[in-house]
């Protein structure tokens, strides 16, 4: 059987931007990457023009296609939320459950481990109720209460059924042991919605936090004698997470704490998505009407509620307002996240299906997958490389 190659322009790797490379593909899925020279002759081959990349991963989506993971935390809500976000290029969705009851977030917990092996699941992201009152930001105080065994019992259920669990808290909520025990459960325990001082962060880092949940954005800023929790987390080695839409934090503040991480590789891309992302302009949180308005989401007391922005229009930004390298912003979009999850191969091409690779363009909009490339008629791809 001749073998079937592809020739993009460029292939992102999961590492790096690689140019005359091709991709060999059999039954829907990448089976071979090489250099172009080293294809063989009589190969069946086709160009396409833009760079393949694996789809984008996101660590952080309340929302999608009209449905709020609170209001339905049911397998068929997080199928929706996965499908919204798929259509703009995200095959990797951790749905986020926030600040709410005991039972909603039971309720969550019991529709991932339904969800476990599905299209574009690939964990459950918990931020909250264990967080700040004074840090809450749209999250509902009535339901903020202090760690405790329910919650990490939900943990260790979703650890024993296998499922990748993130959980935001904040340290002055949780004790050391705390935070131990939730990471000895193997959950990215995340520092967020604080007003902890720069050494208890320190202290939550050392206790078997990993991670920073939308940095800048509802946490103790940085000031010239207090560091506070910005400043703790940037001058650490943990991961963190932040919001690209400039609204939530200003373009130079992202290129800005990019370049002071002192170690590359731990900053990475969050839509904290709402329901408005291929869905309806407005929606209910709390009892609370959440209304799109010029591109940004607010509640009744004027705050911001969640984003209104995809990975994809993320990535975008990143390159063409902060000025980030493409590389780099790839790499924050899809690498960095599967790795903080332990999924790496999330962040690979070989072995994925073509339905789950982007086509991107040179300012990395999204063009289509490489699968619907591939299906295409003749006037949209060429049946010969050059």
């Known amino acids: ?27 829907g899925r990448i089976v071979g990457l090489r250099s172009v020279g080293a294809v063989p002759l009589d190969a069946q081959k086709v160009q396409i023009a833009g760079t393949v990349s694996p789809g984008f991963v996101d660590l952080q989506v309340n929302g999608g296609g009209g449905v709020l993971l609170n209001d339905n935390p049911t397998l068929d809500g997080m199928r929706a939320i996965i499908q919204a976000h798929r259509q703009f290029g995200t095959v990797a969705v951790m749905p986020t ?6 039972d909603v977030m039971a309720a969550a917990a019991d529709a991932a481990i339904k969800a476990n092996g599905e299209l574009g699941f690939v964990g459950l992201h918990i931020e909250g109720p264990h967080i700040s009152q004074t840090r809450r930001g749209t999250h509902g105080a009535q339901f903020i209460r202090p760690l405790d065994g329910s919650t990490i019992a939900v943990v260790a259920k979703l650890a ?45 880092f050392a206790a078997g936090a990993t991670c920073a949940t939308h940095l ?28 690209c839409d400039g609204r939530h934090v200003a373009d130079e503040m992202v290129g800005l704490a990019i370049r002071a991480r002192p170690v590359s590789g731990r900053m990475f891309l969050v839509s904290d998505a709402m329901p408005t992302v291929g869905g309806p302009d407005a929606f209910e949180l709390y009892g609370d009407t959440i209304m799109l308005k010029d591109g940004q989401l607010v509640n009744s007391e004027g705050s911001l509620a ?40 999330l962040a690979d091409v070989l072995g994925r299906s073509i339905d789950d690779l982007l086509v991107l363009g040179e300012d990395c909009t999204v063009i289509a997958t490489l699968g619907d490339l591939l299906s295409a008629s003749d006037d949209v791809i060429a049946n010969k490389a050059p």
Do not use: C
């Open 1 to 27: 059987m001749t073998s079937q190659w592809v020739f993009p322009d460029r292939v992102f790797d999961g590492a790096t931007l690689r140019d005359s490379m091709a991709m060999q593909y059999q039954h």
């Open 306 to 345: 969640g984003a209104h922005i995809t990975m994809a229009q993320s990535v975008q930004r990143l390159v063409s307002v902060v000025g980030v390298e493409r590389e780099t912003a790839l790499q924050m979009a899809i690498t960095v996240p599967a790795h903080v999850i332990k999924q790496p191969a």
């Open 160 to 204: 024993r059924a296998g499922i990748s669990t993130m959980i935001t808290v904040a340290p002055e909520a949780a004790t050391s042991a705390q935070i131990a025990e939730l990471a000895g459960l193997g959950a990215v325990v995340s520092l967020g919605h604080t007003d902890a001082t720069s050494q208890q962060v320190t202290a939550a």
């Open 97 to 102: 459950v926030i600040t709410d009851t005991h």
């Open 216 to 243: 800048f954005n509802a946490m103790s800023q940085m000031l010239n004698r207090s560091p506070g929790t910005v400043g703790a987390v940037i001058n650490s080695q943990a991961y963190a997470g932040i919001i």
